[in-house]
């Protein structure tokens, strides 16, 4: 009997190690093409006072930390690279009558693809869907578009964005989200579906190199049943604003925030992030240690009056 357990004990080790070596692999930093294997890929935006892109800087004008301490630049390129694009358009309630707007500016986004980009389109309310592929075929992206918005339909903002996450593999190009949303998270609506939080959401981002860029629409005002009192002024004024996570988790995975007033050209937003996402720098650097930990990365500039955007973190490949 004891040889008989022992044995299979073997066996289900010898099982199990496919799995686990599976596991650590999803686990290490995705590879972009045209990045080496042993580089933290780092992809900055560069403003001047006045917000326009800088893209005239070389090598020399930058300067990478990992936690606090300078690292040599071992990658530099500021060529357009391929991104894979996926945009989620809120379709909640209170997006109620901003259909044409959502359509029209996610038309205006896709002019701006090239032919090396491909996207999916993806839309939240009752629920979380998004296109089957990435593709550039743009008649495919706008079959994907939302047709219809529902009056009572929820906000599940960081269910969208996880789902959204989970759709990249093992694309080997930049892996980019777009989300516009007018509302706070509704939480947990259905206990099926779980419950996703903002800092789950940068969690993920962070171990799988996503940026996210975010578009925080202020819909309008709209009047609260039995109308306005002081008990209800407050949830009035506040029901119609965008989730002031937003603005954190663009932060953090290197990509932008704006919000904007209903009425204002949601169109030339979504221009301006395809046109951003095209004119970044890509800096690289080897980790300086390999424990799958988190790190601070810290970009700089040596030039005055420039201002840099990229991502806070990494997690470390593990040896």
Same mark, same amino acid.
């Given at each position: 009997?004891?040889?008989?357990l022992a044995?299979?004990?073997?066996?289900?080790?010898? &099982?199990?190690?496919?799995?686990?070596?599976?596991?650590?692999? !999803? !686990?290490?930093? +995705?590879?972009?093409?045209?990045?080496?294997?042993?580089?933290v890929?780092?992809?900055?935006?560069?403003?001047?006072?006045?917000?326009?892109?800088?893209?005239?800087?070389?090598?020399?004008d930058f300067?990478?930390?990992?936690?606090g301490?300078p690292?040599?630049?071992? $990658?530099?390129d500021?060529?357009?690279?391929? =991104?894979?694009?996926?945009?989620?358009?809120?379709?909640?309630?209170?997006?109620?009558?901003?259909l +044409?707007?959502?359509?029209?500016? #996610?038309?205006?986004?896709?002019?701006? $693809?090239?032919?090396?980009?491909?996207?999916?389109?993806?839309?939240?309310?009752?629920?979380?869907?998004?296109? +089957?592929?990435?593709?550039?075929?743009?008649?495919?992206?706008?079959?994907?578009?939302?047709?219809?918005?529902?009056?009572?339909?929820?906000?599940?903002?960081?269910?969208? /964005?996880?789902?959204?996450m989970?759709t990249f593999?093992?694309?080997?190009e930049?892996?980019?989200?777009?989300? &516009?949303?007018?509302?706070?998270?509704?939480?947990m609506?259905d206990?099926?579906?779980?419950?996703?939080? !903002?800092g789950?959401?940068?969690?993920?981002?962070?171990?799988?190199?996503?940026?996210?860029y975010?578009?925080? &629409?202020?819909?309008?005002?709209?009047?609260?049943?039995?109308?306005?009192?002081?008990?209800? =002024? !407050?949830?009035?004024?506040?029901?119609? &604003?965008?989730?002031?996570?937003?603005? *954190?988790?663009?932060?953090? #995975?290197?990509?932008?925030?704006?919000? =904007?007033?209903?009425?204002?050209?949601?169109?030339?937003?979504?221009?301006?992030?395809?046109?951003?996402?095209?004119?970044?720098y890509?800096?690289?650097?080897e980790?300086?240690?390999?424990?799958?930990?988190?790190?601070? =990365?810290?970009?700089?500039?040596?030039?005055?009056? /420039?201002?840099? *955007?990229?991502?806070?973190?990494?997690?470390?490949?593990?040896?």
């Open positions: 009997m004891t040889r008989f044995s299979l004990a073997l066996i289900a080790l010898a &099982l199990a190690a496919p799995g686990a070596g599976a596991q650590e692999a !999803q !686990q290490q930093q +995705p590879i972009f093409r045209g990045v080496p294997v042993d580089t890929p780092v992809f900055v935006t560069v403003t001047d006072r006045d917000g326009r892109l800088a893209t005239a800087l070389t090598q020399e300067e990478v930390r990992d936690e301490k690292q040599p630049i071992t $990658l530099f500021k060529s357009p690279r391929p =991104i894979r694009l996926v945009v989620m358009l809120d379709v909640s309630g209170s997006m109620v009558g901003n +044409p707007l959502l359509r029209g500016a #996610t038309e205006q986004l896709l002019k701006r $693809l090239t032919p090396e980009d491909s996207a999916r389109i993806g839309s939240f309310g009752h629920d979380v869907t998004i296109s +089957p592929e990435f593709t550039r075929d743009v008649a495919a992206l706008r079959s994907a578009m939302p047709t219809e918005i529902s009056e009572n339909a929820p906000t599940p903002l960081w269910r969208a /964005l996880d789902t959204a989970g593999g093992e694309v080997p930049r892996r980019v989200i777009l989300v &516009l949303s007018d509302g706070g998270d509704s939480g609506t206990f099926k579906k779980g419950f996703f939080s !903002q789950e959401v940068i969690d993920k981002a962070r171990r799988e190199d996503v940026m996210i975010a578009v925080g &629409l202020r819909s309008r005002t709209r009047m609260p049943p039995g109308g306005i009192n002081g008990g209800n =002024i !407050q949830a009035m004024l506040t029901a119609d &604003l965008p989730d002031p996570g937003l603005a *954190r988790v663009a932060e953090e #995975t290197g990509g932008g925030y704006t919000e =904007i007033k209903f009425g204002q050209d949601l169109g030339a937003e979504f221009s301006r992030v395809a046109d951003e996402l095209h004119l970044q890509t800096l690289g650097f980790p300086p240690k390999r424990d799958g930990k988190k790190h601070s =990365i810290d970009v700089r500039l040596k030039k005055g009056g /420039l201002k840099p *955007r990229a991502r806070k973190d990494y997690v470390a490949p593990k040896e």
